[in-house]
């Protein structure tokens, strides 16, 4: 066994693991000085344009829209079509995600809160998580560059 571990040092095989682990360690340490939070919002549909313009006015420049379909507290409705009634469960939503700094999260909620609220059941929820890492693949940037 000796003699397997002595060509394995002579081929560099330790030396390659070690820096590789170094590097990975490197890359999944979490920066704590610049924490990331991932801002998660369900909005009514017809609210979207408005919510896109406050986040505008905060200064987000980015965000992914899914078109999505659920309910809470409103268990959706009861419509007629061709004279027979049925029960909606699922209505239609739009979630919203930005990823932001620490110090954005507050003015992007209160943004998305102020775009989205119609005084009605239904309006929505904003959901805020951590972020581990952010990482932009073309330039492998990480952390609030990244964003």
Do not use: C, W
């Not at 932001?100 to 992007?108: A, G, H, L, R, S």
């Amino acid at each position: 066994m000796p003699a397997l571990l002595e060509v394995a040092a002579a081929y560099g095989f330790f030396s390659l693991r070690n820096s590789v682990l170094a590097r990975l360690r490197a890359r999944s340490q979490y920066d704590s000085d610049s924490p990331m939070k991932l801002v998660v919002a369900f909005i009514k549909p017809f609210k979207l344009e408005e919510v896109k313009e406050a986040l505008s006015n905060v200064g987000i420049t980015g965000m992914t829209v899914t078109e999505v379909k659920g309910f809470g507290r409103q268990k959706g409705h009861s419509e007629t079509y061709r004279g027979t009634e049925y029960t909606v469960d699922f209505l239609p939503k739009v979630r919203v995600e930005v990823a932001v700094t620490d110090e954005m999260v507050t003015p992007v909620v209160d943004a998305i809160v102020k775009g989205g609220r119609t005084g009605k059941i239904g309006d929505g929820k904003v959901f805020v998580q951590t972020l581990e890492e952010v990482v932009r693949i073309r330039t492998e940037e990480r952390g609030d560059p990244a964003v």
